[in-house]
């Protein structure tokens, strides 16, 4: 049994943060997951058009998603 790759674990539990985006979401959770697996499918963040453009996504839906929750709570 190898080690523990602390980047690789930190890539597994973004992901499964990602998975507590609300269902209603989708169109902006997808993308985002999808994004990520982008960065990390060769086990490593090393700068390639790959990660590059993952990490682009992920960033996007997120910051979509932060303006859309903000515009969605009523006002007090």
């Not at 997951?33 to 700068?47: A, I, K, Q, R, Y």
């Not at 998603?65 to 709570?73: F, I, Q, S, Y």
Request: glycine share 10%; net charge positive.
């Amino acid at each position: 049994m190898g080690t523990v790759n602390p980047a690789l674990v930190f890539a597994v539990l973004f992901m499964v943060l990602l998975g507590g985006i609300p269902r209603r979401y989708w169109y902006l959770q997808l993308p985002a997951v999808l994004g990520w697996v982008l960065v990390w499918v060769d086990s490593e963040f090393t700068g390639q058009w790959t990660d590059t453009l993952g990490l682009a996504i992920t960033v996007f839906s997120l910051s979509w998603l932060a303006l859309t929750g903000k515009r969605a709570d009523p006002p007090r």
